[in-house]
């Protein structure tokens, strides 16, 4: 899908349901090695979650107290991510699909967007989808940065993969995405190339 900017010269390809990869050159320490789930993507910029990056100083059960939510014990294991450097403040839930209430976005046939304190009471009392992250704050790109941005070869971009967002293994995820696009680390360039 192609979604044409204000010049009829230059036009986007959506990435949204897309990772971003980080490349390993990457300069700015929030984003080193970072896998970014794609929520939107068009002419007006870009918004996404980063799904492998924890925060370690809030605990789902501190949270949900602070926002008066009671919750069953089997979800006091929940973690929350850094979802990026923008709204730091403010919550995202990136679900399956099986839950969708108003406000949800539904990127994909299988995942989905919600910022509610619905999702988070659902969740709570075991009844929200079935699988799902809670992350603070997003990372967001103005009109036309991320592709600027991956024409300078700052990301790579793959098809996403339900297991690397959603699954426990943060540690991986960055190296297991690459893997999806057959890329050998050793011979990752942040140099463009021409013909």
Same mark, same amino acid.
């Given at each position: 899908?192609? *979604?044409?900017?204000?010049?009829?010269?230059?036009? /986007?390809?959506?990435?949204?349901?897309?990772?971003?990869?980080?490349?390993?050159?990457?300069?700015?320490?929030?984003?080193?090695?970072?896998? /970014?789930?794609?929520?939107?993507?068009?002419?007006?910029? *870009?918004?996404?979650?980063?799904?492998?990056?924890?925060?370690?100083?809030?605990?789902?059960?501190?949270?949900?107290?602070?926002?008066?939510?009671?919750?069953?014990?089997?979800?006091?294991?929940?973690?929350?991510?850094?979802?990026?450097?923008?709204?730091?403040?403010?919550?995202?839930?990136?679900?399956?699909?099986?839950?969708? %209430?108003?406000?949800?976005?539904?990127?994909?046939?299988? /995942?989905?967007?919600?910022?509610?304190? %619905?999702?988070?009471?659902?969740?709570?009392?075991?009844?929200?989808?079935?699988?799902?992250?809670?992350?603070?704050?997003?990372?967001?790109?103005?009109?036309?940065?991320?592709?600027?941005?991956?024409?300078?070869?700052?990301?790579?971009?793959?098809?996403?993969?339900?297991?690397? /967002?959603?699954?426990?293994?943060?540690?991986?995820?960055?190296?297991?995405?690459?893997?999806?696009?057959?890329?050998?680390?050793?011979?990752?360039?942040? %140099?463009?190339?021409? *013909?």
């Amino acid at each position: 899908m192609r *979604a044409y900017l204000r010049n009829p010269e230059v036009f /986007v390809t959506s990435l949204a349901g897309h990772l971003l990869v980080a490349m390993p050159q990457m300069q700015d320490p929030r984003f080193a090695r970072s896998v /970014v789930y794609l929520c939107a993507h068009n002419e007006d910029g *870009a918004m996404g979650l980063v799904v492998n990056k924890l925060l370690e100083d809030v605990t789902w059960p501190a949270l949900m107290q602070q926002l008066g939510i009671e919750t069953v014990a089997a979800n006091g294991d929940r973690r929350i991510h850094f979802g990026g450097p923008v709204e730091a403040g403010r919550g995202f839930v990136l679900h399956s699909a099986d839950y969708v %209430e108003d406000g949800t976005l539904v990127v994909n046939g299988n /995942v989905a967007l919600t910022a509610t304190l %619905e999702i988070l009471r659902a969740i709570g009392r075991g009844a929200g989808p079935k699988r799902s992250l809670l992350a603070l704050g997003y990372a967001g790109w103005g009109s036309g940065q991320l592709d600027s941005e991956l024409q300078a070869n700052g990301w790579l971009s793959v098809a996403a993969d339900e297991e690397i /967002v959603f699954d426990a293994g943060h540690g991986d995820k960055w190296q297991r995405a690459l893997g999806k696009l057959g890329v050998d680390l050793l011979s990752l360039s942040g %140099e463009s190339g021409r *013909a």
